[in-house]
């Protein structure tokens, strides 16, 4: 075998792959970058609104222990709001 028929059978077995490979590429970017940008824009949309929910908790829960405290009210363990945020 020369090497122009080996280049040639080569190319024939190397296409279809070449072929596969741009229909992968293909998919990636017109199907999962776009979900996966998607997903990762809605996630960062939730922790934002965790960390503002869990900020206006702490405000009220804050506001609901002085009161509480003037009033030498007593509150079970178990009903009071934990502090995450420093």
Do not use: G
């Amino acid at each position: 075998m020369d090497e122009k028929s080996f280049k040639k059978l080569l190319e024939e077995v190397i296409a279809p792959l070449r072929q596969d490979i741009k229909e992968l590429k293909d998919v990636q970017e017109n199907r999962l970058v776009p979900s996966v940008t998607e997903t990762e824009i809605t996630l960062k949309y939730y922790a934002d609104s965790y960390k503002i929910n869990q900020h206006n908790i702490e405000r009220v829960d804050t506001r609901l222990t002085t009161v509480e405290e003037e009033l030498n009210i007593e509150v079970a363990e178990d009903l009071k709001v934990p502090h995450f945020s420093s």
